[in-house]
T-cell receptor, first 114, second 112 residues
Framework: EAGVAQSPRYKIIEKRQSVAFWCNPISGHATLYWYQQILGQGPKLLIQFQNNGVVDDSQLPKDRFSAERLKGVDSTLKIQPAKLEDSAVYLC????????????FGPGTRLTVL | AQSVTQPDIHITVSEGASLELRCNYSYGATPYLFWYVQSPGQGLQLLLKYFSGDTLVQGIKGFEAEFKRSQSSFNLRKPSVHWSDAAEYFCAVGYLGNQFYFGTGTSLTVIP
């Protein structure tokens, strides 16, 4: 079974630039999560999708971050414009069901904002 | 508010020694509990999980964890640590209603 795929693995940008991350969840997983993991901290949930609908985006900085999951499969997370404090690893995870379901994580995208 | 606490930021143990990583949560209802491991540059890998039933759960790589409702704890243990166990360990809790929270992690160093 293929795991959660993410790209790119690394990205370096200047502040105020835009960046987008892509995630392909495990086939058949209805729930998809985006997390932000700042160095030395645990992952923080940014947004959760159930199929192509948003379940929870309470911690997503909506003035600069956006995410979509068209057709309920792949997802993209965008930052526009980026700030220095956005430097982090962005993790995508998927699960068969939300809440109690086991989450499977991708390798993450390490973003450095200069 | 719900929270997950891992009181030990960093732990150092000798290879072959036993290990216990602490995790406490705060919430009225019984959550679903998980331990994940993250090696440098890698994604998170599930070690074990507790949903219900036997409060002592076995996981991969020789790890186990015990759910203690009275103490709101879900501590991770391993009787004999290997050098390859050096990594970051995260406790996480999930609730019906789509909420999922991670602790801040415990970094494990293994001394030869």
């Amino acid at each position: 079974e293929a795991g959660v795929a993410q790209s790119p693995r690394y990205k370096i940008i200047e502040k105020r630039q835009s960046v987008a991350f892509w995630c392909n969840p495990i086939s058949g997983h209805a729930t998809l999560y985006w997390y932000q993991q700042i160095l030395g901290q645990g992952p923080k949930l940014l947004i959760q999708f159930q199929n192509n609908g948003v379940v929870d985006d309470s911690q997503l900085p909506k003035d600069r971050f956006s995410a979509e999951r068209l057709k309920g499969v792949d997802s993209t997370l965008k930052i526009q414009p980026a700030k220095l404090e956005d430097s982090a690893v962005y993790l995508c995870a998927s699960s068969l069901k939300s809440g109690a379901g086991e989450q499977f994580f991708g390798p993450g995208t390490r973003l450095t904002v200069l | 508010a719900q929270s997950v606490t891992q009181p030990d930021i960093h732990i150092t143990v000798s290879e072959g020694a036993s290990l216990e990583l602490r995790c406490n949560y705060s919430y009225g209802a019984t959550p679903y509990l998980f331990w994940y491991v993250q090696s440098p540059g890698q994604g998170l890998q599930l070690l074990l999980k507790y949903f219900s039933g036997d409060t002592l759960v076995q996981g991969i790589k020789g790890f186990e964890a015990e759910f203690k409702r009275s103490q709101s704890s879900f501590n991770l243990r391993k009787p004999s640590v290997h050098w390859s166990d050096a990594a970051e360990y995260f406790c996480a809790v999930g609730y019906l209603g789509n909420q999922f929270y991670f602790g801040t992690g415990t970094s494990l160093t293994v001394i030869p």
